[in-house]
T-cell receptor
Framework: DAGVIQSPRHEVTEMGQEVTLRCKPISGHDYLFWYRQTMMRGLELLIY????????DSGMPEDRFSAKMPNASFSTLKIQPSEPRDSAVYFCASSLAREGVDEQFFGPGTRLTVL | GQNIDQPTEMTATEGAIVQINCTYQTSGFNGLFWYQQHAGEAPTFLSYNVLDGLEEKGRFSSFLSRSKGYSYLLLKELQMKDSASYLC????????????FGAGTQVVVTP
């Protein structure tokens, strides 16, 4: 299996621009997670989906952030407009939540820099 | 809510043993995970404990006490490549599939 795939791996943009991050989960996994990691705040869960349906978006910082999962093999995280404080590494992860075990597999991440 | 506490940094010598503690306070506790994250890379799964006791996997072992809200990760025969951040994460029965991560412990292995 190719693992979780994220694109782009690096993104540099200017404040005010729209940013779209993409994720392809592991085939057959029914959970998909979007995380943000910074030195100050660590690894934060932004939103997660189960069977393409958003379950918990309480970690989304504000209305500038939105996420979609149109099908089982693709998800996007969009920031519009972007701000310098959004600079972070964004990870996508997927899992197959069997009873009692919900190991998550992480993608390589997208390093976002907003100037 | 839930609190997950682990030390910020630990330093140990190559060949030695290091124990990373994690304490948690949460309702509906289901299980505890340990992840390893090398600088600039994604977290990778190390271990999972749902019952009390010790789980051994090669040089790494993980322990859980549900009654005390306590876990530790034991790294034996340390190697330079073990220098990384180690993240403790909790899953809950009322939020199936979701993990809450601690801030991570940076382990530095010196020659």
């Amino acid at each position: 299996d190719a693992g979780v795939i994220q694109s782009p791996r690096h993104e540099v943009t200017e404040m005010g621009q729209e940013v779209t991050l993409r994720c392809k989960p592991i085939s057959g996994h029914d959970y998909l997670f979007w995380y943000r990691q910074t030195m100050m705040r660590g690894l934060e869960l932004l939103i997660y989906f189960n069977n393409n349906v958003p379950i918990d978006d309480s970690g989304m910082p504000e209305d500038r952030f939105s996420a979609k999962m149109p099908n089982a093999s693709f998800s996007t995280l969009k920031i519009q407009p972007s701000e310098p404080r959004d600079s972070a590494v964004y990870f996508c992860a997927s899992s197959l939540a069997r009873e009692g075990v919900d190991e998550q597999f992480f993608g390589p991440g997208t390093r976002l820099t907003v100037l | 809510g839930q609190n997950i506490d682990q030390p910020t940094e630990m330093t140990a010598t190559e060949g030695a043993i290091v124990q990373i503690n994690c304490t948690y306070q949460t309702s509906g506790f289901n299980g505890l995970f340990w992840y390893q994250q090398h600088a600039g890379e994604a977290p990778t799964f190390l271990s999972y404990n749902v019952l009390d006791g010790l789980e051994e996997k090669g040089r790494f072992s993980s322990f859980l006490s549900r009654s005390k809200g306590y876990s530790y990760l034991l790294l034996k025969e340390l190697q330079m490549k073990d220098s990384a951040s180690y993240l403790c994460a909790v899953s809950r029965t009322d939020s199936w599939g979701k993990l809450q991560f601690g801030a991570g412990t940076q382990v530095v292995v010196t020659p």
